[in-house]
């Protein structure tokens, strides 16, 4: 399964603590009505990494379940260890995903060794199963480069991409040249989509596209009939959406501003936070003085 285009990388809500399902529909629903490409569900903008095992096999099973048939789902699986990191994996396999994201193995440090045994491992407990790297060495501490993605791709005929949020177009240039035209390099950051897509990538894991996934979607589309003024016209609209969702509490923005466009959208996995209700009136200024709202 090649993934490419505008893939969301989807939130998670909770309500009383747990994983709301009722709002993760909805949400899925309005995603697959704007006309995504893919969901990514248990990311870092899904808050996956804070979330149990059983809640990332509940996230992961409620989007695939009430995505099916109308988009593909790439379950980010990785964990801190390989065991956690298989049993995801198997987990995505059963419930009918089309793939997996794998994050590199974070806070402890690990050499290409220790990496390529890992993604290797991972790779081969689910060998039917289409398998992208997720590089983000700014959180995960551990840098998959592109000689590393080569040496895994070259054991895992079942690694078939790359997921890169390093923020560094040298570096996601580095894996469309290294890896070749058979795989699907994404890049992670919205200020990168048209910067990507004019290098050989396959397509964005969007944050942005959780809330507003017209704009994303309006620059690969542009990109893709060739219209690269209009591209970036969206581009730099996108830019200025995105710094301003960046303002308050990390991923809280993106879910206030579901609730303003009619999803009862909530709540955060400790430590992280809501937004206060001066920090809310603020972004809904801000949003509507971009004419998003």
Same mark, same amino acid.
């Given at each position: 399964?090649?993934?490419?285009?505008?893939?969301?990388?989807? /939130?998670?809500?909770?309500?009383?603590?747990?994983?709301?399902?009722?709002?993760?529909?909805?949400?899925?629903?309005?995603?697959?009505?704007?006309?995504?490409?893919?969901?990514?569900?248990?990311?870092?903008?899904?808050?996956?990494?804070?979330?149990?095992?059983?809640?990332?096999?509940?996230?992961?099973?409620?989007?695939?379940?009430? !995505?099916?048939?109308?988009?593909?789902?790439?379950?980010?699986?990785?964990?801190?260890?390989?065991?956690?990191?298989?049993?995801?994996?198997?987990?995505?396999?059963?419930?009918?995903?089309?793939?997996?994201?794998?994050?590199?193995? %974070? #806070?402890?440090?690990?050499?290409?060794?220790?990496?390529?045994?890992?993604?290797?491992?991972?790779?081969?407990?689910?060998?039917?199963?289409?398998?992208?790297? %997720?590089?983000?060495?700014? #959180?995960?501490?551990?840098?998959?480069?592109?000689?590393?993605?080569?040496?895994?791709?070259?054991?895992?005929?079942?690694?078939?991409?790359?997921?890169?949020?390093?923020?560094?177009?040298?570096?996601?240039?580095? #894996?469309?040249?290294?890896?070749?035209?058979?795989?699907?390099?994404?890049?992670?950051?919205? !200020?990168?989509?048209?910067? !990507? /897509?004019?290098?050989?990538?396959?397509?964005?894991?969007?944050?942005?596209?959780?809330?507003?996934?017209?704009?994303?979607?309006?620059?690969?589309?542009?990109?893709?009939?060739?219209? /690269?003024?209009?591209?970036?016209?969206?581009?730099?609209?996108?830019?200025?959406?995105?710094?301003? /969702?960046?303002?308050?509490? #990390?991923?809280?923005?993106?879910?206030?501003?579901?609730?303003?466009?009619?999803?009862?959208?909530?709540?955060?996995?400790?430590?992280?936070?809501?937004?206060?209700?001066?920090? %809310?009136?603020?972004?809904?200024?801000?949003?509507?003085?971009?004419?998003?709202?």
């Amino acid at each position: 399964m090649r993934f490419e285009g505008v893939i969301p990388a989807v /939130l998670t809500p909770y309500r009383n603590g747990d994983v709301d399902e009722k709002a993760l529909r909805t949400l899925v629903r309005f995603l697959c009505d704007k006309g995504v490409h893919g969901l990514y569900p248990c990311g870092t903008s899904g808050e996956g990494l804070l979330l149990s095992t059983s809640e990332r096999k509940k996230v992961a099973e409620i989007v695939v379940d009430e !995505a099916h048939g109308r988009t593909p789902v790439m379950v980010q699986v990785g964990a801190i260890s390989t065991a956690e990191t298989v049993e995801l994996a198997r987990h995505a396999h059963q419930i009918g995903a089309q793939a997996i994201g794998v994050v590199a193995p %974070y #806070y402890y440090p690990v050499d290409k060794v220790g990496l390529v045994e890992h993604y290797t491992r991972v790779a081969e407990a689910v060998p039917e199963m289409p398998v992208y790297i %997720y590089n983000i060495p700014g #959180y995960a501490r551990n840098d998959v480069t592109a000689d590393i993605a080569k040496t895994i791709a070259d054991r895992s005929p079942n690694v078939v991409g790359v997921k890169d949020s390093s923020k560094d177009l040298g570096k996601l240039q580095s #894996y469309v040249e290294k890896l070749g035209p058979k795989y699907a390099v994404l890049v992670g950051s919205d !200020a990168l989509v048209l910067a !990507a /897509l004019a290098v050989g990538g396959a397509g964005v894991i969007s944050a942005v596209a959780n809330s507003f996934p017209e704009p994303v979607l309006a620059v690969f589309n542009a990109f893709k009939k060739g219209d /690269l003024a209009v591209a970036r016209e969206w581009q730099q609209k996108l830019d200025k959406l995105r710094s301003l /969702l960046q303002e308050g509490p #990390y991923l809280a923005s993106y879910k206030a501003a579901l609730r303003m466009r009619g999803c009862d959208f909530r709540g955060a996995k400790a430590p992280m936070r809501e937004m206060n209700e001066e920090e %809310y009136n603020k972004l809904k200024a801000g949003l509507s003085q971009l004419g998003y709202l």
